[in-house]
């Protein structure tokens, strides 16, 4: 089985601009989540995809942004890029993302520098 | 709100040392417990989970966890570490009626051989 594939591994962006990342979920989940993480910090959970919908979400402004496809793949877009948006994201997917036996299949993350 | 803390956040020990790393959670009713471990160069992936049952749990590599409700905490351990067990470990809880879990900020540990 293929595992939770994330593009690009780096990238370089300045303020104000915009970003965005894709995401590979592994074969049979049918749930992606996103978490950031900065330096020295556990993941902070953005948002997470069921079924194409949004179905929950962490404390991010509107300016991050996503969507989940048919086949299950993902992207996270942020907007109007801040210095702190810098730090790796996490693409995560799931089989059983709506309960509480959601384990985690992570990805190797996109890692963020915003100038 | 859940949250999570993970009070050692670098451990250094030396091979066949034993290991205990704290994880201590705020929210007081039913929570799925997990470990999660990313060796160096790794993606992050589950050491081991708690949901119901023998509250001691084992998991990969010779890992364990204790899920004490009293103390709200699911601290890891493992008896004799060894070099390869060098990584970054990660406490994670589901509350009870949520599906997302929170995540503490981390434990880096460093065996030395």
């Known amino acids: 089985e293929t595992g939770v594939t994330q593009s690009p591994t780096h990238l370089i962006k300045t303020r104000g601009q915009q970003v965005t990342l894709r995401c590979s979920s592994q074969?049979?989940?049918?749930?992606v989540s996103w978490y950031q993480q900065a330096l020295g910090q556990g993941p902070q959970f953005i948002f997470q995809?069921?079924?194409?919908?949004?179905?929950g979400r962490g404390n991010f402004p509107p300016r991050f942004s996503g969507l989940q496809f048919p086949n299950y793949s993902s992207e996270l877009n942020v907007n109007a890029l801040e210095l702190d948006d810098s730090a790796l994201y996490l693409c995560?997917?799931?089989?059983?993302?709506?309960?509480?036996?959601?384990?985690?299949?992570f990805g190797a993350g996109s890692r963020l520098t915003v100038l | 709100a859940q949250s999570v803390s993970q009070h050692n956040h670098h451990v250094i020990l030396s091979e066949a040392a034993s290991l205990e790393l704290g994880c201590n959670y705020s929210y007081g009713g039913t929570v799925n417990l997990f470990w999660y471990v990313q060796y160096p160069g790794q993606h992050l992936q589950l050491l081991l989970k708690y949901f119901s049952g023998d509250p001691l749990v084992k998991g990969i590599k010779g890992f364990e966890a204790e899920f004490i409700k009293s103390k709200f905490s699911f601290n890891l351990r493992k008896p004799s570490v060894q070099w390869s067990d060098t990584a970054e470990y990660f406490c994670a809880v589901i509350s009870g009626g949520s599906y997302i879990p929170t995540f503490g900020r981390g434990t880096s540990l460093i065996v030395h051989p």
């Open positions: 074969s049979g989940h049918n749930t």
């Open positions: 995809y069921y079924r194409e919908e949004e179905n």
């Open positions: 995560a997917s799931s089989l059983e993302g709506v309960s509480g036996a959601n384990v985690l299949t």
